[in-house]
């Protein structure tokens, strides 16, 4: 028993070391082969073809025939491409011998931390200390050329190491030297991937066309050329001459010589109209000059000769997803299926085409399926890792992306989609390398500047991402080579909303609205820019505007909620920015406390996507006054949001809200206040093409509060009625006011945008209805002829309103020339507001209608240079809770949005000019002038004392409107300096002077203030901060108890982490260090709240 025992535990025990060693004797896998791939499987000497998907053990041998091309993936993740002609042996299981080259070409592409075995080669062995390497083999020497990292050469007779840029040669019997190398993406000229004209054109061509086109496809570009120059053109007919000319164009074209390919174009066009690789070619010619009108019209007009060429048709469609046109593409590629066409080239497009509508599945499938047709091509690599990541696996399509980038190693585009998809994984070293391999590839492409901002501001170098935005933003026209007109205006402004929150970051807050003013106005539909705009509204004053934009961006955004929001256009081919939104989800907690009041303040928000849903959860409380004796105030707030994408051109969203808060003050004879509020409202998004949208929005809102513990005085007329003789007198009662509020609104909206290169414009409609009830009770407590004392008397009146208003709207932004937009608008505005918002309350209402003339300009004279200036009327709405709106907040880049009182109407003058003097300074100034006419309706409250009755009754009676004149000007000012690489200085300049006219009431408030910032970064994440600030106020005559005027100084200073990899921040703030005490009237709302006595408040986040 024991003997069998053991012979079975003996057996399972080989079995399982000889699956084990079976696994780890597993090298590598055949990823990509094209023409004669063959291989020996050891211990076998003889050669068989092998296909995708082969397996390589050690000792195994591969060997690459003519016009032939493979790529290896090792499982270490080394990505080797190999060359025509090139042996290869695999490294033994145990790790002790290297990769034996024994000739041709290797490409050998890493971005993994790896064990690599070194690489034999007769002459030299070379060491893999770096990440991306050439090597190749001619006879008894060896060229070692390194692209990125580094390499060491070394043999009996000495070693060398090299590093990016540089190369070695070495023999055999002598050490390794360094050779001359002019430019070193020379040696991998071998692995580009060259445009083939005429996939199913050319059953005519001759056999040293064939040749050539094999040759390249293989990627032996130099002998393709050499064969194509010495064809006799004479010996041939005028298509078939054509035709060579037409491939030496895309040659050249792939090699950046862009004379020589339009000679070559030219020459093919000339000797035949009707050779469809003439079109073709001069196809990629247009579009290298920024013409995508002409490369598609081209493109046409070759599928028209050539109607059954796949590689055509799927030019056809690609261009047409270049500049936006959806269903145009995908009309093409219905034709093409139709026509029974197949081919990789096609399956990309239609793969890229069903990604940007969202059908994950169905695009990862056409990308295998355009991967197996061709496994050398690129572009379906790179579509199935977005695919990938999108899905919501960022490693294993990140690895997609770098296969991308090996397969075609001269395309700076897919270097900077690597360097994203490392960001993302939060390998943001390895993501700086390839956006700066990105540039040396392609100094004129705008994207991994801007890539390499977020990795900059992450990193807490905000200074050096200022450079690569504005960077961004100046090559931004040469995506033109891939992007329509409309497009580059959307990427454009895209640049400027991440200009924007670098501004931000740097405390350029000025700045920052002005370029998402700019952005805009270039792009409409750009919801970064609404949303900057919106934060950048931080006054009372103008919260209406800061409201509506929040909404307008909710409404225009993708479906996403990232915690991070770096700026993104939608999805379209050559930006796939916005692919990188995966399935995830990531829950940020945050809390602040300031010693004014005693607050603290935690919230936490969890925000992820899955698929075609996005999902938002979030809540804060802010307790205060909790060290005074029995007394709190609390607010707590929940909201949540959800999105989901029906279609491609459908997204419904959901949005609720709702806040409870409390106030218990132990020292009040009325001593409740209470708020509870909540809402909800759906949105809908149809895009009926890229410069068509229309969205709706429909809310619900039900607010109710009490509030108690008001002392105020109150001017009555009493009337005694006594043996049926009457008298009546007037009377100041101190009343402790206590009242009850509910509203329930609910409003409705509907607009269409349409935004192309010339003109934007917004139309719109909305309804909003309140249902409104007002009670007060107020205790009297006492009065100036000594009536009330010890009545335990009350003050009653009651407010009860049914309001509606309505708008229809209308704007535009006409681009007139490169340096002027006009924005012209009207607002036809209906409003019923109530007899009275404040006590005494009355149940009456009366309606205010009006139309609203708008006009504004932006100029940009010149590069750096933006005036705007604005005309605009307004009509206030229904009430203080209708709030929002999509309506445009800008005319001519001001604002036009305020938060005035219900009905008030404005006329409106503003004019702003804004420079970037140097590289590294930026000024502006902007000045606002307001006549507003506010109507208030005075109410006669009389008390009737009835003693023949014994009763008592009260009246509210209202009286004749009265207009009040106000007159507001406003005027700001900044300099913002980047000093040096860390610290940067921050002037902002603000006066106002806010007059009531009349002369019985008049009255005045003028206020002015200087600032002066700096702000320190330091590469370890911290950073420092300290503002010193004076204020001057003046006011005279009206309410005010007395005239006079107050100035001061304010000093605040700060201290700040940001943690690594956008996880968070966290910062101290002092505040009034000065411990400057003030009389500083704030009631207008126009600037942030300041306060006596020191403080501090200490922030902080954390996002995982």
């Known amino acids: 028993m024991s003997k069998r025992y053991c012979a079975l535990v003996l057996l399972l025990t080989s079995i399982f070391a000889l699956t084990v060693f079976a696994e780890e004797a597993e090298v590598a896998v055949l990823d990509a082969a094209e023409g004669n791939v063959e291989a020996s499987f050891y211990p076998q000497k003889e050669f068989s073809a092998v296909q995708v998907g082969q397996i390589f ?87 070692a050329t390194v692209l990125d990292g580094q390499v060491a050469m070394h043999n009996p007779h000495g070693s060398l190491l090299l590093a990016r840029g540089e190369a070695g040669t070495a023999r055999v019997g002598a050490a390794p030297v360094k050779a001359v190398v002019i430019n070193p993406r020379d040696a991998v000229q071998w692995a580009l991937y060259y445009p083939l004209l005429g996939g199913g054109i ?86 290298s000059k920024f013409d995508l009108d002409q490369a598609s019209e081209l493109a ?34 219905d034709q093409a299926s139709a026509r029974g066409l197949r081919g990789a080239q096609l399956s990309s497009v239609r793969g890229f085409l069903e990604l940007i509508k969202g059908h994950r599945e169905t695009a990862a499938a056409l990308f295998k399926d355009a991967i197996v047709s061709d496994s050398g091509f690129a572009a379906p690599h790179l579509g199935l890792g977005l695919t990938i990541v999108n899905q919501g696996d960022l490693a294993g399509g990140r690895l997609e992306i770098q296969k991308a ?69 100046d090559l931004n026209s040469n995506r033109a080579v891939y992007r329509s007109s409309f497009l580059l205006d959307q990427d454009l402004g895209v640049r400027g909303a991440s200009l924007a929150e670098v501004f931000n970051t740097l405390g350029f807050s000025q700045a920052a609205r002005i370029e998402a003013i700019k952005s805009i106005n270039r792009d409409y539909s750009n919801y970064s820019a609404h949303r900057l705009l919106s934060e950048s509204y931080q006054s009372i004053i103008t919260n209406d505007a800061q409201v509506s934009e929040q909404q307008i961006s909710d409404l225009l955004a993708p479906l996403s909620f990232n915690l991070f929001r770096q700026g993104s256009s939608s999805a379209g081919l050559n930006e796939y920015s916005a692919l990188f939104e995966r399935n995830e989800t990531r829950t940020g907690l945050g809390f602040e406390g300031v010693s004014y009041d005693d607050i603290a303040a935690p919230s936490f928000v969890t925000a992820g996507k899955f698929d075609d849903l996005g999902y ?109 003789q009457s008298q009546s007198f007037d009377d100041e009662l101190l009343v402790n006011e206590f009242t009850r509020e509910r509203v329930k609104s609910s409003r409705s909206t509907a607009q269409v945008i349409y935004d192309n290169d010339s003109l934007a414009a917004v139309i719109g409609a909305q309804i909003y209805y309140a249902d409104v009830e007002r009670d007060e009770t107020s205790n009297v407590l006492d009065d100036s002829a000594l009536v009330f004392p010890g009545l335990d008397y009350q003050l009653r009146s009651r407010g009860y309103t049914n309001l509606s208003s309505s708008d229809l709207y209308g704007y535009s932004i006409v681009k007139i020339a490169p340096w002027l937009d006009l924005n012209p608008g009207l607002t036809l505005t209906q409003v019923d507001l109530e007899g009275r918002e404040i006590t005494p309350f009355i149940s009456e209402e009366f309606s205010r209608t009006r139309l609203n003339p708008k006009v504004g300009v932006t100029l940009y004279p010149i590069a750096d240079l933006t005036v705007r200036a604005a005309y605009f009327e307004g009509l206030r709405k229904t009430s203080l809770e209708d709030n929002v709106s999509l309506e445009p907040s800008l005319v001519g880049g001001i604002n036009q949005l305020f938060t005035d009182f219900p009905g008030n109407r404005t006329r409106n003058y503003g004019a702003g000019v804004d420079y970037k003097l140097t590289s590294s300074t930026y000024v502006g100034m902007e000045a606002l002038h307001r006549h507003i006419i506010d109507q208030i309706r005075p109410a006669d409250t009389s008390i ?161």
């Open 57 to 143: 053990h050690a000792m195994d041998t591969i060997k690459l025939g003519r016009n032939s091309k493979a790529s290896v993936l090792f499982k270490s993740g080394v990505l080797l491409r190999l060359a025509p002609g090139t042996v290869l042996q695999f490294e033994s299981s145990d790790g002790t011998r290297p990769i034996r080259l024994e000739t041709g070409k290797g490409y050998f592409f890493n971005r993994d931390k790896a064990e690599l075995p070194e690489i034999y080669t007769p002459a030299v062995t070379t060491a893999i200390r770096g990440t991306e390497f050439v090597l190749e083999v001619q006879g008894q020497e060896t060229t």
């Open 202 to 287: 050319g059953g005519s061509q001759s056999s040293r066309l064939a040749e050539a086109s094999r040759q390249l496809h293989s990627g032996e570009s130099a002998q393709a050329e050499a064969l194509l120059s010495g064809i006799s053109l004479e010996s041939l007919g005028a298509e078939e001459q054509a035709r060579v000319l037409a491939q030496r164009s895309v040659i050249a074209l792939a090699r950046n010589d862009s004379s020589l390919a339009e000679s070559f174009a030219k020459q093919a066009l000339a000797k035949s109209e009707q050779a469809p690789e003439a079109k073709l070619a001069a196809s990629y010619l247009a579009q």
């Open 300 to 333: 046409g007009a070759a599928w028209e000769l050539a109607p059954q060429d796949p590689v055509v048709a799927a030019r056809v469609a690609e261009l047409s997803l270049a500049r936006g046109q959806v269903a145009q593409a995908e009309k093409a590629l």
């Open 405 to 473: 980038a090996a397969l075609d190693p001269n395309v700076a585009i897919y270097r900077s989609y690597l360097g994203k998809a490392f960001f993302e994984e939060e390998r943001e070293g390895q993501a700086l390398n390839e956006y700066e391999l990105a540039i040396a590839l392609d100094p004129r492409d705008p994207t991994p500047f801007l890539y390499r901002a977020y990795s900059n501001l992450s990193a807490n170098d905000p200074i050096s991402a200022l450079e690569d935005v504005e960077h961004s933003i």
């Open 616 to 724: 938002y959860v979030g809540g804060d409380a802010q307790y205060q006054d909790g060290s005074k004796h029995n007394d709190l105030s609390y607010q707590y707030r929940l909201r949540g949001s959800a999105q989901y994408q029906l279609s491609y051109r459908d997204r419904a969203l959901l949005n609720a809200d709702a806040i409870f808060a409390h106030t218990l003050d132990h020292n009040s004879d009325i001593n409740d206040d209470d708020l509870d509020s909540y809402g909800f409202d759906g949105g809908y998004n149809h895009k009926f093409s890229p410069n068509l949208t229309f969205v709706l929005q429909s809310g619900f809102d039900n607010r109710r509060n009490s509030l108690g513990s008001s002392e105020t005085s109150r001017l009555v007329q009493i009337i005694d009625i006594a043996e049926g």
């Open 944 to 1104: 009737t004392f009835n003693f023949d009755a014994l009763d008592a009754s009260q009246s509210v009676d209202l009286l004749d409107a009265q207009p009040l004149h106000y007159e507001a000007d406003f005027l700001n000012a900044y300099w913002y300096q980047v000093l040096c690489r860390s610290v940067v200085l921050a002037v902002e300049g603000g006066w106002s002077d806010f007059e009531r006219t009349d002369p019985e009431l008049a009255q005045d408030i003028e206020a002015g203030r200087v600032g002066a910032s700096l702000r320190y970064f330091h590469s370890s994440g911290l950073f420092a901060f300290t503002t010193a600030t004076w204020r001057n106020q003046e006011r005279n005559g009206g309410d005010f108890l007395e005239d006079g005027s107050d100035s001061f100084w304010l000093l605040d200073a700060g201290i700040g982490y940001r943690l690594p990899r956008r996880h968070g921040i966290v910062q101290l703030k002092l505040l009034n260090l000065l411990d400057q005490d003030f009389e500083y009237d704030q009631s207008l709302g126009f600037e942030e709240f300041v306060r006596p006595d020191i403080g501090a408040a200490l922030s902080a986040t954390v996002n995982f």
